[in-house]
């Protein structure tokens, strides 16, 4: 993330924005400035845009928040995340191939929501479920899905900022080299 934080350009806003918000990549690039309802610090995908077809509401961190509002100041149209095109979104592609250009080739775009689920369940005492409807996966048990009609949205915050502050504070992995063993 401080790597990412120190780039320059609309790839590496969309791609810190999918990181704090956990979004698909194809929810975060398509964002609408209507979308973002910055009172209330919550960013309601519509459904058309869900994988799931329903409404999403995301509370966004005060990282996301920072960040909405720095590229707010460089409005150009109705998308967050402009694409070069006049009024066409950024293209998900061209977070990835941040990453190739950060020379992070075994990194994915859809894999930093593997890694809010890990961090998750190793870091955190925040409930499963909880974590589960940040993400908006579906309750594929029925009777489950039939008694949890909420979005948990208030506890969805705190777990949101929680992860924002460690996106924030975490220290890259120390690589350990080892040697291979010549054999006999």
């Not at 894999?111 to 890990?118: A, N, P, V």
Request: net charge positive; aromatic share 8%; glycine share 4%.
């Amino acid at each position: 993330m401080r790597e990412l934080h120190g780039r320059e350009g609309t790839a590496a806003r969309a791609l810190e924005f999918v990181i704090l918000t956990v979004a698909r990549v194809s929810e975060a690039v398509n964002a609408r400035w209507d979308e973002i309802d910055s009172k209330r610090r919550l960013w309601i995908v519509p459904a058309e845009r869900m994988k799931a077809g329903r409404e999403h509401r995301v509370p966004l961190s005060d990282a996301a928040v920072r960040l909405l509002k720095a590229q707010a100041e460089k409005k150009q149209s109705d998308f967050v995340f402009p694409g070069w095109r006049t009024n066409k979104p950024l293209t998900g592609a061209a977070c990835l191939n941040l990453l190739d250009d950060m020379k992070r080739p075994a990194l994915t775009v859809h894999g930093f929501r593997s890694t809010f689920r890990d961090w998750r369940a190793e870091q955190t005492n925040y409930p499963r479920e909880i974590a589960e409807a940040a993400l908006a996966h579906v309750i594929s048990n029925k009777a489950e899905a039939a008694y949890q009609r909420g979005d948990l949205l208030e506890r969805r915050r705190l777990l949101m900022q929680a992860w924002a502050d460690y996106c924030a504070h975490a220290k890259p992995a120390k690589l350990v080299l080892l040697r291979q063993r010549k054999s006999q």
